[in-house]
């Protein structure tokens, strides 16, 4: 194929934030957010580089310093200022494929999930940073809306996602069934897609992403968020779910190993109690590792020991994401891996 789209678990050079402004939505507990990223990015850096879009030259004198106090190599920390609306960097940074055995990173148009919210900023993220010199890799505008928590790939051309999000009329509505599938074996290599009907989580804003509900851990195997709480409003659709996650087949037919993530207690907006949509789904694979969300609940050990069954061969780090989760996502919404060979010369991995 032309391209292929690389899946999650491919050898990285980085993982890319964007850091939350002052004057953001984050605003009122900035503090206790800043402390989740700044735990996320001590945790990578044990692995890989972390590149980091701040708002001004001020913000990155402070985060060098912060970082510099909790013992992160200055080698390993790239940071660049570049305006931004939010911190979603999973849906406005690039989407990386391999094309004659080099990556390209793809620059889809980014729309605030659908118009919700103001994104003009964080559509001109990847552009910008291309424009700084941020990237070794190629970097190709699409007109295509799509965010990178949509979709979810086994590297061997399935894509799985939602109908609720890639076929949503806010999205791409010039754009039938058949139409995205053509723009994704296009611009990804994509022979398969393994389409989503049912599934959702209350307090979500994108439609349903994948990375909410169900993904890939290696090319056999799907993890994806079960509900067992008949009492729960969620029980029905993602029982729903289940079955048609059960269905699937791998391209030589055979099922996949499914392996099904605790279900958390009802996570509650602290102030007006609106429900959030807490999910362990929301894992982050990286070299050697795979960081995972946990809400102090009961559930975070299960969900911590059923990954580490899928992933044996890599370290589990825990993150805490309930200041995350209060703006309705979670770590893997929060980050955008880069494969090996994006970065900079400068910027290469030390081997």
Same mark, same amino acid.
């Given at each position: 194929?032309?391209?292929?789209?690389?899946?999650?678990?491919?050898?990285?050079?980085?993982?890319?934030?964007?850091?939350?402004?002052?004057?953001?939505?984050?605003?009122?507990?900035?503090?206790?957010?800043?402390?989740?990223?700044?735990?996320?990015?001590?945790?990578?850096?044990?692995?890989?580089?972390?590149?980091?879009?701040?708002?001004?030259?001020?913000?990155?004198?402070?985060?060098?310093?912060?970082? +510099?106090?909790?013992?992160?190599?200055?080698?390993?920390?790239?940071?660049?200022?570049?305006?931004?609306?939010?911190?979603?960097?999973?849906?406005?940074?690039?989407? *990386?494929?391999?094309?004659?055995?080099?990556?390209?990173?793809?620059?889809?148009?980014?729309?605030?999930?659908?118009?919700?919210?103001?994104?003009?900023?964080?559509?001109?993220?990847?552009?910008?940073?291309?424009?700084?010199?941020?990237?070794?890799?190629?970097?190709?505008?699409?007109?295509?809306?799509?965010?990178?928590?949509?979709?979810?790939?086994?590297?061997?051309?399935?894509?799985?996602?939602?109908?609720?999000?890639?076929?949503?009329?806010?999205?791409?509505?010039?754009?039938?069934?058949?139409?995205?599938?053509?723009?994704?074996?296009?611009?990804?290599?994509?022979?398969?897609?393994?389409?989503?009907?049912?599934?959702?989580?209350?307090?979500?804003?994108?439609?349903?992403?994948?990375?909410?509900?169900?993904?890939?851990?290696?090319?056999?195997?799907?993890?994806?968020?079960?509900?067992?709480?008949?009492?729960?409003?969620?029980?029905?659709?993602?029982? *729903?779910?289940?079955?048609?996650?059960?269905?699937?087949?791998?391209?030589?037919?055979?099922?996949?190993?499914?392996?099904?993530?605790?279900?958390?207690?009802?996570?509650?907006?602290?102030?007006?109690?609106? +429900?959030?949509?807490?999910?362990?789904?929301?894992?982050?694979?990286?070299?050697?590792?795979?960081?995972?969300?946990?809400?102090?609940?009961?559930?975070?050990?299960?969900?911590?020991?059923?990954?580490?069954? *899928?992933?044996?061969?890599?370290?589990?780090?825990?993150?805490?994401?309930?200041?995350?989760?209060?703006?309705?996502?979670?770590?893997?919404?929060?980050?955008?891996?880069?494969?090996?060979?994006?970065?900079?010369?400068?910027?290469?991995?030390?081997?």
């Amino acid at each position: 194929m032309a391209n292929r789209l690389f899946p999650e678990w491919h050898p990285q050079d980085a993982i890319q934030l964007t850091w939350p402004r002052p004057d953001s939505d984050w605003s009122g507990f900035l503090e206790r957010i800043e402390a989740t990223l700044e735990a996320m990015v001590v945790a990578i850096v044990r692995y890989q580089h972390v590149m980091i879009g701040v708002a001004d030259s001020e913000t990155r004198h402070r985060l060098g310093e912060t970082f +510099r106090h909790l013992g992160v190599p200055e080698s390993r920390l790239h940071l660049h200022v570049v305006a931004a609306d939010d911190s979603w960097c999973r849906d406005h940074g690039p989407i *990386a494929v391999e094309r004659h055995g080099h990556p390209v990173l793809l620059d889809f148009a980014f729309t605030g999930w659908g118009g919700k919210f103001p994104a003009d900023r964080d559509n001109a993220i990847t552009r910008t940073l291309a424009e700084q010199g941020a990237y070794r890799a190629p970097v190709e505008t699409h007109a295509m809306v799509l965010e990178g928590g949509a979709i979810d790939t086994d590297g061997l051309g399935t894509l799985l996602t939602t109908e609720a999000c890639l076929l949503n009329p806010n999205r791409n509505p010039g754009l039938s069934r058949e139409a995205v599938e053509t723009e994704l074996h296009q611009l990804m290599g994509i022979e398969r897609v393994l389409w989503l009907r049912h599934g959702h989580l209350e307090g979500d804003d994108t439609d349903s992403h994948v990375d909410t509900l169900a993904r890939f851990c290696d090319p056999q195997t799907i993890a994806y968020v079960r509900c067992d709480d008949r009492d729960d409003p969620h029980y029905s659709a993602l029982q *729903a779910m289940e079955q048609e996650i059960q269905e699937f087949r791998q391209a030589d037919g055979m099922p996949y190993h499914l392996v099904p993530l605790p279900w958390p207690r009802a996570c509650r907006d602290p102030e007006d109690g609106h +429900r959030l949509p807490a999910t362990y789904a929301n894992f982050l694979i990286i070299n050697g590792a795979v960081l995972v969300p946990t809400y102090g609940d009961a559930a975070d050990s299960q969900a911590l020991a059923t990954l580490g069954s *899928a992933f044996p061969d890599r370290d589990i780090v825990p993150i805490d994401c309930r200041s995350a989760i209060r703006q309705h996502g979670s770590l893997h919404c929060l980050t955008m891996q880069l494969p090996r060979g994006s970065l900079t010369a400068s910027s290469a991995i030390e081997e």
